[in-house]
Protein backbone atom coordinates (compact mmCIF):
# COMPACT_ATOMS: atom_id res chain seq x y z
CA UNK A 1 0.00 0.00 0.00
CA UNK A 2 1.14 3.42 -1.28
CA UNK A 3 2.26 5.31 2.11
CA UNK A 4 1.82 9.30 2.58
CA UNK A 5 2.81 11.54 4.58
CA UNK A 6 3.30 15.07 5.53
CA UNK A 7 6.41 17.07 5.62
CA UNK A 8 6.66 21.12 6.66
CA UNK A 9 9.06 23.03 5.16
CA UNK A 10 11.15 25.52 6.89
CA UNK A 11 12.22 29.20 5.28
CA UNK A 12 15.90 27.76 5.34
CA UNK A 13 15.21 25.48 2.79
CA UNK A 14 14.80 28.49 0.27
CA UNK A 15 18.01 29.42 -1.44
CA UNK A 16 18.06 33.12 -2.69
CA UNK A 17 16.06 32.48 -5.85
CA UNK A 18 12.65 32.58 -3.30
CA UNK A 19 11.90 28.85 -3.86
CA UNK A 20 13.28 25.14 -1.59
CA UNK A 21 16.85 24.47 -2.99
CA UNK A 22 17.38 21.37 -5.13
CA UNK A 23 19.29 19.65 -2.29
CA UNK A 24 16.53 20.28 0.26
CA UNK A 25 14.56 17.39 -1.73
CA UNK A 26 16.97 15.02 -0.64
CA UNK A 27 16.06 15.48 3.33
CA UNK A 28 12.23 15.82 2.33
CA UNK A 29 12.45 12.73 0.62
CA UNK A 30 14.69 11.21 3.97
CA UNK A 31 12.19 12.64 6.11
CA UNK A 32 9.55 10.83 4.65
CA UNK A 33 11.65 7.17 4.58
CA UNK A 34 11.65 7.82 8.39
CA UNK A 35 7.86 8.46 8.61
CA UNK A 36 7.66 5.03 6.39
CA UNK A 37 10.00 3.28 8.49
CA UNK A 38 8.20 4.35 11.85
CA UNK A 39 4.83 3.89 10.27
CA UNK A 40 4.07 0.34 11.40
CA UNK A 41 4.29 0.11 15.47
CA UNK A 42 3.47 -4.03 14.75
CA UNK A 43 6.12 -4.98 12.76
CA UNK A 44 9.53 -3.65 14.26
CA UNK A 45 11.59 -4.57 10.63
CA UNK A 46 12.00 -1.37 9.67
CA UNK A 47 13.14 0.38 12.59
CA UNK A 48 15.51 -2.33 12.68
CA UNK A 49 16.64 -1.70 9.03
CA UNK A 50 17.08 1.78 9.69
CA UNK A 51 19.21 0.43 12.47
CA UNK A 52 21.08 -1.80 11.27
CA UNK A 53 22.11 -0.25 8.12
CA UNK A 54 20.43 0.78 5.04
CA UNK A 55 22.68 3.23 2.69
CA UNK A 56 21.75 5.76 -0.26
CA UNK A 57 22.71 4.13 -3.08
CA UNK A 58 21.05 6.61 -5.83
CA UNK A 59 18.72 9.41 -6.12
CA UNK A 60 16.92 10.85 -9.27
CA UNK A 61 14.69 13.09 -9.22
CA UNK A 62 12.79 14.90 -11.48
CA UNK A 63 12.77 18.72 -10.56
CA UNK A 64 8.78 19.72 -12.38
CA UNK A 65 7.62 22.77 -10.49
CA UNK A 66 8.99 25.45 -8.11
CA UNK A 67 7.95 25.04 -4.49
CA UNK A 68 8.51 27.93 -2.50
CA UNK A 69 8.51 28.21 1.22
CA UNK A 70 4.77 28.06 2.76
CA UNK A 71 3.32 27.09 6.40
CA UNK A 72 1.75 23.97 4.41
CA UNK A 73 3.76 20.85 4.57
CA UNK A 74 4.52 18.95 1.26
CA UNK A 75 2.27 15.88 0.74
CA UNK A 76 4.48 12.96 -0.03
CA UNK A 77 3.53 9.62 -1.54
CA UNK A 78 6.00 7.00 -1.29
CA UNK A 79 6.27 3.30 -2.24
CA UNK A 80 8.80 0.48 -2.97
CA UNK A 81 9.66 -0.91 -5.92
CA UNK A 82 12.30 -3.66 -7.49
CA UNK A 83 12.89 -5.61 -4.01
CA UNK A 84 16.29 -7.31 -4.68
CA UNK A 85 18.44 -9.64 -2.83
CA UNK A 86 20.86 -6.79 -1.99
CA UNK A 87 19.01 -3.76 -2.41
CA UNK A 88 15.46 -2.19 -3.59
CA UNK A 89 14.24 1.13 -4.53
CA UNK A 90 11.90 3.96 -3.01
CA UNK A 91 9.52 5.93 -5.19
CA UNK A 92 7.68 9.19 -4.63
CA UNK A 93 5.66 11.87 -5.60
CA UNK A 94 5.97 15.13 -3.81
CA UNK A 95 2.76 17.07 -4.18
CA UNK A 96 2.48 20.85 -3.08
CA UNK A 97 -0.99 21.59 -1.51
CA UNK A 98 -0.30 25.24 -0.97
CA UNK A 99 -2.48 26.42 -4.40
CA UNK A 100 -6.58 25.70 -4.95
CA UNK A 101 -5.30 22.57 -7.02
CA UNK A 102 -2.73 19.97 -5.67
CA UNK A 103 0.59 20.42 -7.51
CA UNK A 104 2.89 17.85 -8.65
CA UNK A 105 6.30 19.51 -8.09
CA UNK A 106 8.38 16.50 -8.25
CA UNK A 107 9.16 12.70 -8.79
CA UNK A 108 11.95 11.01 -7.62
CA UNK A 109 13.23 6.77 -7.02
CA UNK A 110 16.14 6.22 -4.45
CA UNK A 111 18.17 2.84 -4.78
CA UNK A 112 19.10 1.50 -0.96
CA UNK A 113 21.22 -1.03 0.09
CA UNK A 114 21.53 -2.79 3.46
CA UNK A 115 24.73 -2.87 5.07
CA UNK A 116 26.59 -4.25 7.94
CA UNK A 117 27.90 -0.95 9.54
CA UNK A 118 30.48 -2.90 11.63
CA UNK A 119 32.11 -4.91 8.76
CA UNK A 120 31.53 -2.08 6.02
CA UNK A 121 29.82 -4.85 3.52
CA UNK A 122 26.65 -4.89 2.02
CA UNK A 123 24.49 -7.64 3.44
CA UNK A 124 21.27 -9.33 1.71
CA UNK A 125 18.02 -8.65 2.64
CA UNK A 126 16.52 -10.60 5.58
CA UNK A 127 12.56 -12.41 4.65
CA UNK A 128 11.42 -10.21 7.30
CA UNK A 129 12.51 -6.92 5.62
CA UNK A 130 11.63 -7.94 2.58
CA UNK A 131 7.94 -8.86 3.74
CA UNK A 132 7.91 -5.31 5.39
CA UNK A 133 9.03 -3.15 2.16
CA UNK A 134 6.61 -5.05 0.33
CA UNK A 135 3.95 -3.74 2.26
CA UNK A 136 4.50 -0.35 0.44
CA UNK A 137 3.75 -1.73 -2.80
CA UNK A 138 2.71 1.10 -5.41
CA UNK A 139 2.41 2.77 -7.86
CA UNK A 140 -0.35 4.96 -6.41
CA UNK A 141 -3.43 5.04 -8.72
CA UNK B 1 1.43 36.91 28.63
CA UNK B 2 0.52 35.51 25.86
CA UNK B 3 3.23 33.86 23.63
CA UNK B 4 3.06 33.03 19.71
CA UNK B 5 3.40 29.55 19.32
CA UNK B 6 4.00 27.26 16.52
CA UNK B 7 4.52 23.64 16.49
CA UNK B 8 7.35 22.00 14.61
CA UNK B 9 8.59 18.63 13.01
CA UNK B 10 12.12 17.53 13.36
CA UNK B 11 14.16 16.05 10.90
CA UNK B 12 15.99 12.72 10.83
CA UNK B 13 18.85 14.76 9.49
CA UNK B 14 18.62 17.49 12.68
CA UNK B 15 20.93 14.72 14.71
CA UNK B 16 24.53 14.47 14.11
CA UNK B 17 27.12 12.18 15.04
CA UNK B 18 26.17 12.30 18.60
CA UNK B 19 23.08 10.76 17.74
CA UNK B 20 21.47 13.96 19.16
CA UNK B 21 19.86 17.23 17.57
CA UNK B 22 22.84 19.59 16.94
CA UNK B 23 23.09 22.72 18.98
CA UNK B 24 23.06 24.37 15.44
CA UNK B 25 19.82 23.59 14.38
CA UNK B 26 18.51 25.28 17.13
CA UNK B 27 19.07 28.65 15.06
CA UNK B 28 16.86 27.42 12.52
CA UNK B 29 14.32 26.51 14.61
CA UNK B 30 14.07 29.73 16.04
CA UNK B 31 14.09 31.88 12.85
CA UNK B 32 11.32 29.66 11.70
CA UNK B 33 9.10 30.66 14.59
CA UNK B 34 10.47 34.33 13.89
CA UNK B 35 9.90 34.79 10.90
CA UNK B 36 6.32 33.10 11.23
CA UNK B 37 5.64 35.63 13.92
CA UNK B 38 6.80 38.58 11.62
CA UNK B 39 4.55 36.61 8.97
CA UNK B 40 1.52 37.23 11.81
CA UNK B 41 2.51 41.18 11.97
CA UNK B 42 2.33 41.42 7.93
CA UNK B 43 -1.18 39.89 7.69
CA UNK B 44 -2.20 42.14 10.79
CA UNK B 45 -0.98 45.47 9.54
CA UNK B 46 0.08 44.66 6.27
CA UNK B 47 3.62 45.58 7.03
CA UNK B 48 6.26 44.01 9.11
CA UNK B 49 9.21 46.30 9.88
CA UNK B 50 8.00 49.35 8.89
CA UNK B 51 7.12 47.61 5.54
CA UNK B 52 10.84 46.51 4.52
CA UNK B 53 12.00 43.62 7.26
CA UNK B 54 13.56 42.68 9.85
CA UNK B 55 17.42 41.58 10.26
CA UNK B 56 18.79 39.65 12.82
CA UNK B 57 21.55 41.29 14.74
CA UNK B 58 21.70 38.80 17.92
CA UNK B 59 21.47 35.28 18.72
CA UNK B 60 21.98 33.46 22.21
CA UNK B 61 20.91 30.01 23.44
CA UNK B 62 20.82 28.25 26.58
CA UNK B 63 20.90 24.43 25.77
CA UNK B 64 18.75 22.75 28.90
CA UNK B 65 18.44 19.24 27.28
CA UNK B 66 19.63 16.61 24.66
CA UNK B 67 16.80 16.46 22.22
CA UNK B 68 16.80 13.04 20.16
CA UNK B 69 13.78 13.01 17.66
CA UNK B 70 12.93 9.31 17.83
CA UNK B 71 11.46 10.60 21.33
CA UNK B 72 11.02 14.45 20.19
CA UNK B 73 9.29 14.30 16.59
CA UNK B 74 7.83 17.58 17.86
CA UNK B 75 8.63 21.04 19.49
CA UNK B 76 6.81 23.86 19.95
CA UNK B 77 8.46 26.93 20.08
CA UNK B 78 7.16 30.19 22.36
CA UNK B 79 8.04 33.47 21.26
CA UNK B 80 7.92 36.44 24.03
CA UNK B 81 8.54 40.02 23.32
CA UNK B 82 10.96 40.93 26.34
CA UNK B 83 12.35 44.68 24.80
CA UNK B 84 11.18 46.99 22.59
CA UNK B 85 13.25 49.99 21.21
CA UNK B 86 12.72 52.36 18.38
CA UNK B 87 14.22 49.93 15.73
CA UNK B 88 14.55 46.68 17.32
CA UNK B 89 12.86 44.06 19.60
CA UNK B 90 14.19 41.65 21.77
CA UNK B 91 12.94 38.12 21.66
CA UNK B 92 12.81 35.50 24.43
CA UNK B 93 11.73 31.99 22.56
CA UNK B 94 11.14 28.84 24.83
CA UNK B 95 11.65 25.68 22.89
CA UNK B 96 9.73 22.67 24.13
CA UNK B 97 9.04 19.38 23.62
CA UNK B 98 5.55 19.46 22.24
CA UNK B 99 4.33 15.96 23.99
CA UNK B 100 5.86 16.75 27.25
CA UNK B 101 6.14 20.64 27.76
CA UNK B 102 9.85 19.60 29.17
CA UNK B 103 11.78 22.92 28.42
CA UNK B 104 14.90 22.01 25.29
CA UNK B 105 16.41 25.26 25.27
CA UNK B 106 15.69 28.88 26.15
CA UNK B 107 16.55 31.11 23.54
CA UNK B 108 17.33 35.01 22.69
CA UNK B 109 17.86 36.92 19.43
CA UNK B 110 17.46 40.47 18.83
CA UNK B 111 15.52 41.76 15.58
CA UNK B 112 16.34 45.44 13.51
CA UNK B 113 13.50 46.86 11.61
CA UNK B 114 15.55 47.01 8.45
CA UNK B 115 15.57 49.37 5.10
CA UNK B 116 17.37 46.21 2.91
CA UNK B 117 17.23 49.36 0.01
CA UNK B 118 18.89 51.84 2.30
CA UNK B 119 21.20 48.94 4.21
CA UNK B 120 20.34 50.89 7.30
CA UNK B 121 18.19 49.94 10.17
CA UNK B 122 14.45 52.04 10.32
CA UNK B 123 12.23 52.86 13.29
CA UNK B 124 9.18 50.32 13.63
CA UNK B 125 5.75 52.60 13.32
CA UNK B 126 3.27 53.02 16.05
CA UNK B 127 0.95 50.06 14.81
CA UNK B 128 4.02 47.97 14.84
CA UNK B 129 5.25 48.69 18.17
CA UNK B 130 1.55 48.40 19.65
CA UNK B 131 1.54 45.31 17.68
CA UNK B 132 4.67 43.57 19.26
CA UNK B 133 3.56 44.54 22.55
CA UNK B 134 0.74 41.90 22.22
CA UNK B 135 3.11 39.46 23.31
CA UNK B 136 5.10 41.30 25.69
CA UNK B 137 6.69 39.24 28.48
CA UNK B 138 7.33 41.66 31.95
CA UNK B 139 9.68 41.02 34.50
CA UNK B 140 6.75 39.42 36.52
CA UNK B 141 5.69 37.18 34.03
CA UNK B 142 9.01 35.95 33.33
CA UNK B 143 9.38 34.94 36.79
CA UNK B 144 6.56 33.01 36.93
CA UNK B 145 7.81 31.35 33.65
CA UNK B 146 10.62 30.37 35.17
CA UNK B 147 9.43 28.85 38.09
CA UNK B 148 6.59 26.89 35.32
CA UNK B 149 9.74 25.82 33.60
Known sequence: MVFQTKVPLRWGDMDAYGHCNNAAFITYLEQARVHAFHSRPDDNAGVELLLSGVVVVEHTIRYRRQVPYSPIPLRILLWTDQIRSG?????????NDQGAQPE?????????????????RPRRLTAGEKTFLQGFGGPPD | MQPYTIEMQLRWSDEDRNGHVNNARFMTYSEDARLKWLAVMRHDLGTAGAGNGAIL????CDYLAQVHVATTPMIAIDTYVVRLGTSSVALRQIVRDLATDDWLADMASTLVCFDYRANSPAPFNDAEREWCLRYHLSEDDAAALHQKG
Open chain 1, 87 to 95: SYTTAYQIW
Open chain 1, 104 to 120: LAATAQTLLAPINFATS
Open chain 2, 57 to 60: ARQS
